[in-house]
């Protein structure tokens, strides 16, 4: 597959994950104080983060948004075909970050989310990963009114059962999101900074 191809499939199926609408055959069993959306404040400015499908977040101090914990479930197997509908897949840490803003954001391109890929990623943004580097592999943008923020959330994924990331079944092996997930940090998660322009 041609690289313009693959990145662009891996585009598509990130912004279905950021906004599919289907509901989970199972009920979801959320833990108490998480959220698939949440609103913060940073420089002064109201964000959102959410909602992404099988995400939920909490802060890990009800008056500090700074640090928050996650979980991702498999809803609708959205993730794997190897594990049912709502089983746990992640378990992991979010640590608020704000990118250097002498590089611009990406443009919009009419999709809700904007990914860079491991190579395009810029050097300066990579450098704010939280220690331990190698395990905080992927960015989330914050939103507001108008679109993304550069503030975001650097995100380490603790896997709690072993599962072929696969996005159900809709990647192979040359796409750059599939692989084999062991449990404990997922080092393998593929290198993505997203923009999010929000619901």
């Known amino acids: 597959m041609n690289l313009p191809i693959k990145y662009g499939l891996v585009a598509w199926l990130v912004l ?19 959220y698939a959306t ?34 991702c479930l498999n809803e609708r197997q959205f993730y794997t075909n190897d594990l049912p509908d709502g089983a746990k897949l992640y378990e992991g840490e979010a640590i608020q970050t704000t990118l250097p803003r002498e590089i611009p954001l990406p ?10 890929f491991d190579k395009g990623i810029p050097a300066a943004w990579w450098a704010t990963r939280p220690t331990p580097q190698e395990e905080f592999i992927h960015f989330h943008s914050c939103y507001d009114a108008v679109g ?27 796409s750059i999101l599939y692989h084999r997930v062991n449990i404990g940090t997922d080092r393998e998660f593929a290198r993505i900074v997203e923009f999010d322009w929000g619901p």
């Open 16 to 34: 279905l994950a950021a906004c599919s609408g289907e509901q989970s055959q199972v009920p979801a069993k959320i833990p108490r104080g998480y």
């Open 38 to 71: 949440l609103r913060i404040v940073a420089d002064g400015r109201q964000l959102h983060i959410g909602p992404f499908v099988g995400y939920y977040f909490k802060p890990a101090n009800p008056s500090d948004f700074s640090r928050m914990d996650f979980i």
């Open 107 to 116: 443009e919009a391109e009419g999709d809700r989310m904007r990914p860079i």
């Open 148 to 174: 993304p923020v550069h503030t975001g959330y650097w995100l380490r994924h603790r896997a709690v059962a072993a599962f072929t990331y696969d996005m159900g079944g809709r990647v192979g092996p040359e």
